[in-house]
Structure formats: structure tokens, C-alpha cells
């Protein structure tokens, strides 16, 4: 029942906008997210992150050097965090141009 309630609540209240205030709310949801990965990205913490644990991982020489058998989980680990990284990459960027949207419709 509250998942349904949710629902109903949701439906009506995105009836009540208009389209062009649906795609407004929608970039501040966007906007509002890229701008917290990019708070995550300016932290000390994930910049220690990205350097002692992320960016080794994917060096290139730890490929290289690897037993045979470990090749395939080496491998999976970095296709994982490369996707980690483009992940925050991309959302920021999105919102960034998201931003640049939203000042370009309020300014004509």
C-alpha cells in the first residue's frame, strides 16, 4: 500500500506541472546530483582515494606483470573502477551542462 500511495502522490503531482516545469525539476534533480559528486570529487578524502588505491589498481604494469590466472580478475577489477571514475565524470559533466542549459533559458 505505501509504494502505491507513493505512486499516486507522484502521478498527481507531475500532473499538476506543466511540461516545461517537469523538465525545470528535472535538472535541479541533475544538477543537484552532479553538483554532489562534485563536492565528492573535491574532497581530500576521494583524492586519496583516486591516488593510493584507484589509479595503482589501474596502472597498466600491475597488468602486465600478473600471473595468468589472476589476468581475468585484474582485468574485471579495472574495467570496474574505470567505470567508477567515468561514472562521477559523466554526472558532473552532465550537470554542468545542465546548468549551462537552465542560464541560457532564463536569460532569453
Known amino acids: 500500500m505505501y509504494f502505491d500511495d507513493d505512486r499516486r502522490k507522484a502521478v498527481e503531482e507531475l500532473s499538476r506541472q506543466t511540461p516545461n ?4 525539476s528535472k ?54 573502477l574505470s567505470e567508477l571514475l567515468n561514472f562521477v565524470d559523466n554526472k558532473i559533466a552532465q550537470a554542468n551542462a545542465e546548468q549551462r542549459l537552465l542560464e541560457k533559458l532564463k536569460k532569453s
Open 21 to 24: 516545469e517537469q523538465v525545470i
Open 27 to 80: 535538472s535541479h534533480e541533475v544538477i543537484d546530483k552532479g553538483s554532489a559528486y562534485a563536492s565528492l570529487k573535491d574532497n581530500r578524502g576521494w583524492k586519496f582515494l583516486v591516488e593510493e588505491f584507484i589509479q595503482p589498481r589501474l596502472s597498466i604494469n600491475r597488468f602486465l606483470t600478473a600471473d595468468k590466472g589472476e589476468l581475468p580478475y585484474i582485468q574485471h577489477e579495472m574495467r570496474v
